[in-house]
């Protein structure tokens, strides 16, 4: 319903790392975060066979080849295509496969961008990061408290990284949804913990790459090519943070059911009825 759609996209525009990164300055995040969604639903579409899917993912990854988020466009094929594969096991080549063809032609797509920055990337501290370089931006585990309590660990200085609060330093990133989000997220899953259960999987490996080099599959992203040359692994919290708004979605279309059964049996609410049955604005 669109009441609900609604519901899921205001959630997932207004989570805690996306408003956080406006302070940071990462417009590119921004940008990126508007088209993973599509990403999501183009690629799924690919898998399933439709041309039109192929082209839109590969129309999307050149746009986020040409807006910068290089980094954003990796994670997303990495998580899309687990969320694909724990969908349907048995189609897990043809997502590969499609993620694989969307790559190819977002390359071309992007090629004004892409081709400079592949011939520039060898010349760059990203082609032989120090150790430590990809965790620089990484969550610790003990910062997932600020679900619960925003800003507890403090914020990084403009000289340097320091917090007043924990073995580890700040980094602008806030993970607070606010605690009534949080209340209906938890209900969405308690709504429809099977039927979301890929998803469910698929946040949930997304919030412990964050922690970048500290969990054993971090550890082994960062050894791929190109993978150990991205410093903010805190951003794998976006794609957390679609199952979170789509968590939410079950809450609400949970909720819309529960009191449009209302109204056909309490006389007092069927004053309410049209109203509830409004779009918001």
């Not at 496969?97 to 760059?124: I, R």
């Not at 605690?179 to 899953?189: D, F, R, S, T």
């Not at 805190?234 to 209302?262: G, I, M, P, V």
Request: charged content about 15%.
């Amino acid at each position: 319903p669109r009441r609900t759609a609604l519901f899921g996209a205001g959630a997932y525009a207004l989570g805690g790392l996306t408003v956080t990164q406006l302070g940071v300055g990462d417009t590119f995040t921004h940008r990126a975060v508007a088209w993973l969604p599509l990403l999501v639903t183009t690629l799924r579409a690919a898998r399933d066979g439709a041309r039109a899917g192929l082209a839109g993912a590969a129309a999307i990854s050149g746009l986020l080849w040409l807006t910068v988020s290089v980094q954003m466009l990796a994670f997303g094929y990495a998580w899309i295509l687990l969320l694909m594969a724990l969908e349907r096991p048995r189609a897990a080549p043809r997502a590969a496969a499609a993620v694989g063809l969307a790559a190819g032609g977002g390359l071309l797509f992007g090629a004004a961008l892409a081709l400079p920055a592949l011939a520039f990337f060898p010349f760059t501290e990203r082609a032989d990061p120090a150790s430590g370089f990809a965790d620089q931006w990484a969550l610790h585990p003990l910062k997932l408290l600020g679900l619960v309590l925003p800003g507890l660990w403090g914020r990084t200085t403009s000289d340097e990284d320091t917090a007043y609060l924990g073995p580890h330093t700040s980094d602008n990133t806030s993970l607070f949804p606010g605690l009534i989000p949080l209340a209906l997220a938890a209900a969405g899953v308690l709504a429809a913990r099977r039927r979301r259960l890929p998803w469910l999987v698929a946040g949930a490996a997304g919030a412990m790459l964050a922690f970048g080099g500290r969990t054993p599959a971090g550890a082994w992203l960062q050894h791929l090519p190109g993978f150990g040359g991205f410093r903010c692994w805190n951003r794998w919290l976006c794609f957390s943070n679609l199952t979170f708004a789509a968590n939410k979605n079950e809450a609400a279309l949970r909720l819309d059911a529960e009191l449009a059964e209302r109204t056909t049996r309490s006389p007092t609410m069927l004053t309410i009825h049209p109203v509830l049955q409004s779009p918001c604005p």
